[in-house]
């Protein structure tokens, strides 16, 4: 298996430019998760997808930024327009469908889109 | 503050030595994972604990949750260069773990072993 593929792996862009991170998960998987990581906040989920719906966008940061998954094996995540404190490593992830309590099902994450906003 | 607290931040130690990193909440863990990263990679499964009081190994890594599943530690025995990375747990700690999939991480220790 390929694994989560994500691309760009660098983008380099600047402020107010549109950029747009693609995610392709691990076939068969249900569920789909973007992720940021910066040094100041770790990190954090920005929303995830279950058949491709969107379930919970409470951690995008503000309108932004975008998610879309047309089908069950592509995801983007877009920000438009991009600023200088959107620099961050983002990270997408694909697990199998598990409903809460009866158990969890592995989120394998993918190698991650590096932004940097001039 | 952070929900998740990792201790310690970083750590340094002598290849060969035994580490342990603990991950504790102020409430219940659900679906405790670790992972471990490297720089400019993404994040590995290493284990994921569901149970309070359950452990699990692998190689030379042990993961525990304790009985009150508030916190996880993750020991490594005999460390070796390799193990060197950033160690994160993550884990749903919504109300009765009913948030699958929304996993809150800590921040993260780094472990740098000399050999």
């Known amino acids: 298996d390929a694994g989560v593929i994500q691309s760009p792996r660098h983008e380099v862009t600047e402020m107010g430019q549109e950029v747009t991170l693609r995610c392709k998960p691990i076939?068969?998987?249900?569920?789909l998760f973007w992720y940021r990581q910066t040094m100041m906040r770790g990190l954090e989920l920005l929303i995830y997808?279950?058949?491709?719906?969107?379930?919970?966008d409470s951690g995008m940061p503000e309108d932004r930024f975008s998610a879309k998954m047309p089908n069950a094996s592509f995801s983007t995540l877009k920000i438009q327009p991009s600023e200088p404190r959107d620099s961050a490593v983002y990270f997408c992830?694909?697990?199998?469908?598990?409903?809460?309590?009866?158990?969890?099902?592995?989120?394998?994450f993918g190698p991650g889109t590096r932004l940097l906003v001039l | 503050s952070q929900e998740l607290e990792q201790s310690p931040q970083s750590l340094i130690v002598q290849e060969g030595k035994n580490l342990t990193i603990n991950c504790t909440s102020s409430?219940?863990?659900?679906?405790l994972y670790w992972y471990k990263q490297k720089y400019g990679e993404g994040l590995i499964f290493l284990m994921m604990l569901q149970k309070g009081g359950e452990e699990k190994s692998h190689e030379k890594i042990t993961a525990k949750l304790d009985e009150k599943k508030q916190q996880s530690s993750l020991h490594i025995t005999a460390s070796q260069p390799s193990h060197a990375g950033i160690y994160l747990c993550g884990a749903d700690i919504s109300a009765g773990g009913t948030s699958y999939g929304k996993l809150t991480f800590g921040q993260g220790t780094i472990l740098t072993v000399h050999p």
């Open positions: 076939s068969g998987h249900d569920y």
């Open positions: 409430k219940t863990l659900y679906g």
């Open positions: 997808f279950n058949n491709n719906v969107p379930i919970d």
């Open positions: 992830a694909s697990s199998l469908a598990t409903a809460g309590q009866t158990g969890w099902e592995t989120q394998y």
